[in-house]
């Protein structure tokens, strides 16, 4: 029975109790994370909770954050608890299945703009998105360029999955094509489609350091995604071979590196042959981030 004397449950004293709750387990940002929590239970906007820090919760409502606030002391990420990500300010949806979408992801896109240059939102061009895991790349890509034409391939259905309700979400649907494919196995695209940009952010942690990641990453996102086996750079080797013939002449691959890697990126790029304009490119804190490379004309 609900005694009559029961404290009211109010935004404001639940969002104190968990953002406490929260900083005792380790949670770096309690507060912003208690208010994205409570605002995804309620399914309202962060602001409203400033706005009306009187309203009361349900029971259940009270219920059902308590349980979003014990995963999150768990360590299991934010993104998957409430399903979804911001990346190019814009939202994508997530789960396990899939890698949660990181600022630094957005160098890829800052670059191939660069590389396009402004006339490019008007050219039909092709791209090619390798591991694309929630699809980011590919549809930020499309939005971005309207006219092109963009395939994205992932070797996990589930990720596909989630890439075409992100595509579907973002309205992109006549621009881009999924196909499932092990992008370190041969490829199994049609050697008739070349590519004017090929992007990728594979998988780039060496296997000694997955282990010494954070628990919410090691422990919830897909070791698939992040895994680049021994010394990390597996995936570059494999993918420059396999995706060099896929390029049109003066078409470019662009790749998200893990920091200390550009060096080593940049020796396959220049050793494989038939590619300049080898480019390390920095990220706001000045640590390298993207490297690309361009297929020499003719
Ligand atoms: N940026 C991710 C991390 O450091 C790794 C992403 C990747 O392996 N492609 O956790």
């Not at 009211?8 to 770096?28: D, F, G, K, Y």
């Not at 060496?206 to 090691?218: A, G, N, T, Y």
């Amino acid at each position: 029975m609900v005694s009559p004397y029961k404290i009211s449950v109010t935004v404001r004293n639940t969002l104190q109790e968990a953002r406490n709750t929260l900083s005792s387990n380790l949670i770096e940002q309690a507060r912003l994370e208690a208010e994205l929590l409570l605002a995804h239970v309620l399914d309202v906007k962060k602001e409203d909770l400033v706005i009306h820090p009187n309203r009361e919760l349900t029971d259940s409502q009270e219920e059902n954050f308590q349980q979003l606030i014990e995963r999150r002391c768990r360590k299991e990420p934010l993104a998957y608890i409430i399903g979804h990500r911001e990346f190019w300010s814009l939202p994508f949806k997530v789960n396990r299945k899939v890698l949660i979408p990181r600022p630094e992801t957005e160098g890829v896109i800052e670059h191939l703009l660069d590389l396009a240059g402004e006339e490019a939102t008007k050219k039909v061009l092709s791209i090619l998105d390798v591991g694309t895991g929630s699809g980011i790349l590919a549809i930020v890509a499309a939005l971005e360029f309207p006219r092109a034409r963009v395939i994205a391939v992932d070797n996990s259905n589930d990720a596909l999955e989630i890439a075409q309700e992100n595509i579907h979400r973002h309205q992109v649907v006549e621009q881009i094509e999924t196909f499932k494919m092990n992008f370190m196995c041969p490829w199994t695209l049609s050697e008739d489609d070349l590519y004017d940009y090929i992007l990728s952010n594979p998988p780039y942690i060496s296997s000694k350091d997955f282990e010494q990641l954070m628990p919410d990453v090691r422990d919830y996102e897909p070791r698939v995604a992040l895994d680049g086996g021994p010394d990390g750079l597996a995936c570059y080797r494999h993918i420059i071979s396999k995706a060099f013939p896929y390029l049109k002449p003066g078409g470019c691959l662009i790749f998200e590196v893990g920091e200390d890697q550009a060096e080593a990126v940049k020796r396959y790029l220049q050793d494989h042959g038939g590619l300049d304009g080898i480019a390390i490119i920095q990220d706001l804190s000045g640590r390298d981030r993207v490297v690309s490379a361009r297929r020499v004309l003719g």
